[in-house]
């Protein structure tokens, strides 16, 4: 066990248990012309965890730890996605829509796929999730389970919304979260604030938050 420093206490970080999990970094939140841009939103402030985010997962992969892609995706019938969803808000293209980087958040579409600069590599998982949570529908809880994996350490976007979702969810199954502060961002900076406070309040009701760094340390 090694005592990362983190709040609101140090975390208990078993690497051989921990799975990097990375949140959503795909073109359609990140890049110009996706689906974050279509909701009225100001792109660049995710691109710029996108360094400290390579640094982990050089770090994670180099210690040959299990790295687990998600992508908010939809089937291109659209039948995993609900009314509910696709029609909510006055957004300038809904989900399946065709937009600059292809159907917005439809499967195998260019916009879909994970940002260049955290390719996943062969062996790791890569998880298409229809919901806002990444355990929500999909695989995800027993292929931790069948490798023993206990922690999760999060990175990814946005911090409120797919971030959060994941992380409370993992909580409720039993696994201990991490949240690396750098390696998340949100399109508004108060959200991000109260996301990272709510985590780790109450003694870690929900997980911890540390800087990448502290991490990266730990790696070491
Ligand atoms: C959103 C996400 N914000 N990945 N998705 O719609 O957080």
């Avoid at 992508?71 to 909510?88: F, G, I, Y």
């Avoid at 069948?146 to 409120?160: H, N, P, S, W, Y």
């Avoid at 996301?195 to 870690?204: C, D, H, I, K, P």
Wanted: aromatic content about 6%; charged content about 25%.
């Amino acid at each position: 066990m090694i005592a990362v420093d983190a709040q609101p206490f140090a975390f208990p970080f078993d690497p051989a248990r921990a799975a990097l999990v990375i949140i959503d970094m795909q073109r359609d939140f990140i890049e110009p012309g996706g689906f974050g841009e279509a909701l009225g939103n100001d792109v660049r402030r995710l691109e710029a965890i996108v360094p400290a985010c390579q640094r982990v997962l050089g770090a994670w992969r180099a210690r040959g730890g299990l790295v687990v892609h998600t992508r908010e995706s939809h089937a291109s019938d659209l039948s995993d996605c609900p009314p509910a969803k696709r029609l909510r808000g006055q957004p300038a293209l809904r989900i399946g829509d065709r937009g600059p980087m292809g159907r917005i958040l439809v499967r195998g579409e260019p916009g879909n796929a994970i940002i260049p600069e955290l390719a996943p590599r062969a062996g790791e998982v890569v998880l298409d999730k229809p919901g806002k949570g990444a355990f929500h529908a999909t695989s995800l809880d027993s292929r931790l389970r069948e490798r023993d994996i206990a922690q999760l350490v999060f990175m990814g976007v946005t911090t409120e919304v797919c971030v959060q979702t994941t992380m409370r969810e993992a909580n409720d199954r039993g696994y201990e979260g991490l949240l690396l502060e750098d390696c998340t961002e949100s399109y508004f900076p108060p959200f991000k604030a109260a996301t990272l406070e709510m985590v780790r309040a109450q003694g870690a009701i929900v997980g911890w938050t540390a800087t990448s760094g502290a991490l990266l340390e730990a790696l070491r």
